[in-house]
């Protein structure tokens, strides 16, 4: 089946839209928008949008663009984990716990994402320890998606102080959402169906 | 990274870890645009209090304004943050600061505007109670008890006031105390008995007593109408109201 028929736009097409957001996000919004006007229905770029419009602070459109790309492929995982980890970071700990709870039946044990589940369900628990342990596992097993990495070692760095304990200091880039959309959807379409 | 930590205590600290303000807000908005439920009316409110309450404040100080009237000018910067997280629509970008300044603004503009509206109808109302009083205060005594003299007064203050409060449907209003339905009846009555004596009074009292107590106008208004002297509207107002007292005392 092609993609036109299977209501997605090409992987060329989805690079091209890329490299234009690597030059400038409302320029790839702005593409993706338009390739949405032809493939209303296809979840990668209903992501793709939303993780760029976190890195633009255009919080509710970017909520509305994640929940769409959920709605629209269920099993499109890592938009699930965005999703949920855009909820936990607006304070929307039930909604991000009622966004991953899938992840867990659809993911094999020892998963990166479910991991990083894992351990974000105990920083919500507020069990540190634990936490800490879940994300570095994740983070031994994660392979594809490096900025992820990033979110969660600095998650972790904070647990270490908050326990007392003192560790390297990551910086916080604000728009690490957007950079892992692009990194997943660089390295490939659909790794994870 | 500190000012999570600190944040984190006393509340649910691995969630404060994580969570980012300016997110957090936006989904406050988010969750209020989709529900208009009051709880997260009253989480913005709360949000954006102090702000509504700098804008007032600062209002206060570039104008000079007494500091009694300062919590009044918090009021109406509440007023109008309140119209203001009804009106806003978080989706099209603009932020909620720059949205709410001009509302909160022009609610304070608008409420000083009313304040000192009412203070002058304050000022006026002294005004003319001081000369119903100094009215029927003057030339007191010619051979009666203090006694009398105070009961006559106090029955034709009495008479002004229910004269006043010709507009108003019911004794509580102006009483300031609930009223059983033989009280209302009976003050309507009162009323409409009144309102027929004020008619039966000769010219020019009845002008005076309809103008000054039914349109608010002071002895010098009146006087200025009937071409008389303040003096004489004043002894014009004094025999009416004597008048009446002594026709209602034979209602009663």
């Known amino acids: 089946m092609t993609d036109a028929l299977n209501n997605r736009c090409s992987d060329a097409q989805i690079q091209e839209i890329l490299a234009i957001s690597a030059q400038d996000t409302l320029a790839g919004i702005a593409a993706i928008d338009t390739a949405l006007r032809d493939f209303p229905k296809d979840a990668r770029l209903h992501f793709l949008k939303g993780s760029m419009l976190i890195g633009e602070k255009r919080f509710i459109a970017a909520h509305t663009a994640l929940r769409e790309a959920v709605r629209l492929d269920p099993e499109l995982h890592i938009a699930r984990f965005q999703l949920g980890f855009f909820e936990l970071t607006s304070g929307e700990a039930d909604a991000a716990l009622a966004s991953w709870q899938p992840l867990k039946a659809a993911l094999p044990a020892g998963h990166y994402l479910q991991l990083f589940v894992e351990g974000l369900e105990h920083l919500v628990a507020d069990r540190f320890a634990p936490c800490i342990e879940s994300l570095r596992a994740g983070m031994e097993v994660n392979a594809e998606n490096a900025p992820l990495n990033g979110d969660m070692q600095l998650i972790i760095e904070r647990c270490r102080e908050l326990l007392g304990e003192q560790g390297p200091t990551a910086s916080e880039s604000g728009d690490g959402e957007a950079v892992s959309a692009t990194s997943f959807l660089l390295g490939t379409s659909r790794r994870l169906n | ?252």
């Open chain 2, 1 to 252: 990274m500190k000012q999570a930590v600190r944040q984190a205590v006393g509340r649910r600290a691995g969630l404060s870890l994580v969570v980012r303000p300016e997110r957090e807000e936006a989904a406050l908005w988010r969750r209020f645009h989709e529900t208009h439920e009051g709880l997260l009316r009253e989480g913005l409110f709360e949000r954006y209090r102090r702000f509504a309450r700098s804008l007032a404040r600062r209002h206060a100080r570039r104008s000079g304004l007494r500091q009694d009237l300062v919590e009044d000018l918090e009021q109406f910067a509440y007023r109008g943050l309140l119209e203001a997280i009804d009106r806003f629509d978080p989706v099209r970008g603009s932020t909620f600061l720059a949205f709410s300044s001009a509302r909160i603004a022009g609610s304070i503009v608008d409420g000083l505007a009313q304040l000192d509206e009412r203070g002058a109808q304050l000022r006026f109302r002294r005004q003319l109670e001081r000369e119903r009083l100094n009215s029927l205060t003057e030339g007191q005594s010619r051979g009666r008890s203090a006694t009398e003299e105070l009961s006559e007064l106090v029955t034709e203050l009495a008479l002004g006031l229910m004269l006043s409060a010709q507009d108003r449907d019911a004794p509580s209003d102006f009483a300031g105390r609930s009223d059983n339905g033989f009280d209302s009846l009976a003050w309507h009555e009162t009323r409409n008995v009144l309102g027929q004596r004020v008619e039966q009074l000769p010219e020019p009292e009845r002008t005076v007593i309809r103008q000054h107590y039914l349109n608010d106008l002071l002895f010098s208004q009146i006087a200025a109408i009937l071409g008389l002297s303040k003096g004489r509207i004043s002894q014009l107002h004094k025999s009416a109201l004597q008048k009446l007292r002594k026709s209602m005392k034979a209602f009663r």
